[in-house]
């Protein structure tokens, strides 16, 4: 599966951004998908994930409550709900496909996107 965010961009601390990720092949509706964030000089984080079926979400500490994970797999694609962001939110995300089930790790994601810049400015 191929994966290509798109969505991100500046905003405000405080405001909204929602991110998508678009997948191609047919095996979308099978696969874990998640979001990892990384800035310079520091690892990739995990954000959050979503099951198959949409039934499961994870979500890191730092994002729940504010961030939305969903997916619609008639439309092979997941959405990430990104409100009342912070400055310390700013990070290139990145959406994953995994095929052993949801997790937070990042060793059991195969396939990745490009990744998309959000900056939140303070």
């Known amino acids: 599966v191929q994966l290509v965010e798109s969505g991100g961009g500046l905003v405000q601390a405080g405001g909204s951004l929602r991110l998508s990720c678009a997948a191609s092949g047919p095996t979308f509706s099978t696969a874990t998908i998640a979001w990892f964030r990384q800035t310079p000089g520091k690892e990739r984080e995990f954000v959050t994930a979503?099951?198959?079926?949409?039934?499961?979400?994870y979500y890191a500490d730092s994002v729940k409550g504010r961030f939305t994970i969903s997916r619609d797999n008639a439309k092979n694609t997941v959405y990430l709900q990104m409100n009342s962001l912070k400055f310390e939110d700013t990070a290139v995300y990145y959406c994953?496909?995994?095929?052993?089930?949801?997790?937070?790790?990042?060793?059991?994601?195969?396939?990745w996107g490009q990744g998309t810049q959000v900056t939140v400015s303070s």
């Open positions: 994953a496909a995994g095929f052993t089930g949801i997790s937070r790790r990042i060793g059991n994601y195969n396939n």
């Open positions: 979503i099951s198959r079926t949409g039934i499961t979400t």
